[in-house]
């Protein structure tokens, strides 16, 4: 099939869910449950796309600089730095680890 047509699919799948999100009654979203298992899977969610971002290159492990960048962005976090200066901590980190031949 022609790329086009499959990237109008995905596109109106798309669309699609997030309509169907408007048709979840309000009393069912401020239900404690679900918002706790909401809440949750969105930790979760960000925390798999932050490894993958850090650890994968095509279908492979790899480890450079990047995990030195999350490492000092994790410290960051720890000491209870703003977000600028987290992902300044970070990007500083990758670039200082690059500068030294560490991917």
Do not use: E
């Not at 980190?93 to 991917?103: N, S």
């Amino acid at each position: 099939m022609n790329l086009w047509l499959w990237i109008a699919i995905a596109c109106a799948l798309a669309y699609l869910t997030k309509l169907v999100g408007y048709f979840v009654p309000a009393k069912l979203l401020q239900n404690p449950r679900i918002m706790h298992v909401a809440g949750t899977m969105t930790i979760g969610l960000l925390a798999s796309l932050t490894v993958v971002n850090a650890l994968a290159s095509g279908q492979s492990v790899v480890v450079d600089a990047r995990i030195g960048a999350l490492a000092a962005a994790a410290v960051a976090l720890w000491l209870r730095a703003p977000f600028l200066v987290v992902v300044l901590c970070g990007a500083a980190a990758a670039a200082l680890l690059r500068l030294l031949g560490w991917g």
